[in-house]
């Protein structure tokens, strides 16, 4: 993205805000609160529209695309999907953001596959991915009586069923327990090899942020200030200034 703005009302949320993240790589987004990186997100995915700048992904412009167009190529927040349905259960909810692949399609034109068998692997693969989230035990439970932290699992969950070229996390670790959450890094690391999955994603806690990315971008007022390794942001004096002059938390 480069010089992306958005104005609300009076407030120039994203002032000009401009950087890339490579391919297969598992970027931290972080800066004060107010910094407009949720904002970020909401632009690149879609959800909001930009007043200028320029947005492309994997080869195409996805400026002011809509939401569902940049999801189909591959660009997913967690946010998105967050919207758990909650009279349904935690297993269905994931298998309901299993792509129509059209190779699934093909599979059942040519060799006569059922829909059945088709479903069977959806199944699997979701139950696959709500262990790897932790929450494999509350499948067959409605997503309505899961804790804040196990819904933003199940969001993780639906996000990565998708198979996303680009996932983006606002807070993932945000309500779960260090412990698991130590496990969702090691798992979203294990796609990002296996899978080549490319990961952004915004943390504040930046003992977190160092274990699990070699590449820091830095948000404040809007802009970007400063990118970089984790050392080296944490040096930049531009970053430090920033903290320091933010508004207290009142979260
Ligand atoms: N939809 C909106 N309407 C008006 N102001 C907004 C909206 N979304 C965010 N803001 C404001 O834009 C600024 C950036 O917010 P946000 O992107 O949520 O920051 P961050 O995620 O870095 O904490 C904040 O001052 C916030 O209050
Ligand atoms: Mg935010």
Do not use: C
């Not at 004060?32 to 992904?57: E, H, Q």
């Not at 984790?230 to 207290?248: M, N, Q, S, W």
Request: net charge neutral.
């Amino acid at each position: 993205m480069r010089d992306l703005r958005v104005r609300f009302g009076g407030l120039q949320a994203v002032d000009g805000a401009t950087f890339d993240v490579g391919q297969g790589s598992m970027t931290a987004l972080i800066g004060p609160n107010g910094a407009g990186k949720t904002t970020v997100f909401n632009l690149l995915t879609g959800f909001i529209r930009a007043d200028s700048g320029v947005v492309r992904f994997a080869g195409h412009d996805i400026f002011r695309e809509r939401p569902d167009r940049i999801a189909r190529l591959g660009l997913v927040r967690t946010f998105q999907l967050t919207k758990v349905l909650s009279k349904m259960t935690v297993l269905d909810n994931v298998m309901l953001a299993a792509p129509d692949q059209p190779g699934a399609r093909l599979d059942r034109a040519v060799f006569r596959r059922s829909w059945r068998t088709r479903e069977d692997e959806v199944r699997a693969e979701a139950l696959e991915l709500l262990e790897e989230v932790g929450i494999a035990t509350h499948a067959g439970a409605y997503a309505a009586t899961l804790s804040g932290g196990q819904k933003k699992l199940l969001e993780l969950a639906r996000a990565l069923m998708t198979r996303p070229r680009l996932v983006l996390l606002d807070e993932p670790m945000a309500g779960v327990n260090p412990t698991l959450g130590r496990r969702l890094l090691d798992y979203l690391g294990r796609l990002r090899a296996e899978r080549g999955l490319t990961i952004l994603f915004v943390e504040h806690d930046m003992e977190t942020v160092m274990g699990a990315s070699d590449d820091v971008i830095v948000m404040a007022e809007g802009a970007v200030i400063s990118r970089g390794t984790p050392d080296h942001v944490r040096t930049d004096p531009r970053v430090i200034d920033a903290y320091l002059g933010a508004e207290p938390t009142h979260a």
